[in-house]
């Protein structure tokens, strides 16, 4: 009888082990862009970028995570530090509607319910999916739409740091960055072959942008059993 209340204790906690504890929430900080426009610094949030965010904590050290995210990427050449840039005078905005995925990993143990304070930095990588518009430049350095959207892919990169400030709500501070798997964000290449001519800067460089900014999510569902027999 021991055996078996064992083995059927054993089995309740593997089932209820699979009802990880969830975290829906916001997302609210800046983005900045880095590529053949604008400036180069990798952390200068100038644009207002806000989303949502899921996690399901699979366990106290990782999570599955996915969000999305709007904003708007800005590149302005005056602003840079490489004076024929300034000398150039280029300028964009792309608004961008980004979808990612991926996997959340912790330093330490993030237990939600050891029922104290817990904290722990954070990495967390995948894919991302970024939604844009199609833009060249004119002879006046002016944008032109191509009246498309295009796609681009890439790799988060994000470095992080949260706490449970409540039993039910996790507040995090991270900073990420995205690189695409692009050179069209910024308009330096065209995405119509038609307009090759008008492509400018390293051709060898794709795209980047940052994420800076918190998230506050809710925790919901039953508690994980972490059993030890």
Known sequence: MKQLTVVVLTFLCIQ???????EFGLYLGGSNFIGDVGATDYIAPSQLAIGAIYKWNRSPRHSYRISLTFTELEGIDINSDDPSRQIRGFEFNNQIIELSAGLEFTFFDFNL??????STPYLYTGFSVAQHDNFYYNNLGETQSEDTQSYAWGIPMVIGFKAAVTPEFVLAFEVGARYTFSDELDGSVPDAG????????????????TFTGVTLTYTF?????????
């Open 194 to 209: 038609e307009l090759s001519s008008r492509s400018f800067g390293n051709l060898n460089n794709n795209d980047w942008y």
């Open 16 to 22: 209820l082990s699979s009802a990880q504890i969830n």
């Open 221 to 229: 569902g039953k508690n994980p059993c972490y059993c030890g027999f």
């Open 113 to 118: 319910h050891q029922g104290n304070f817990v």
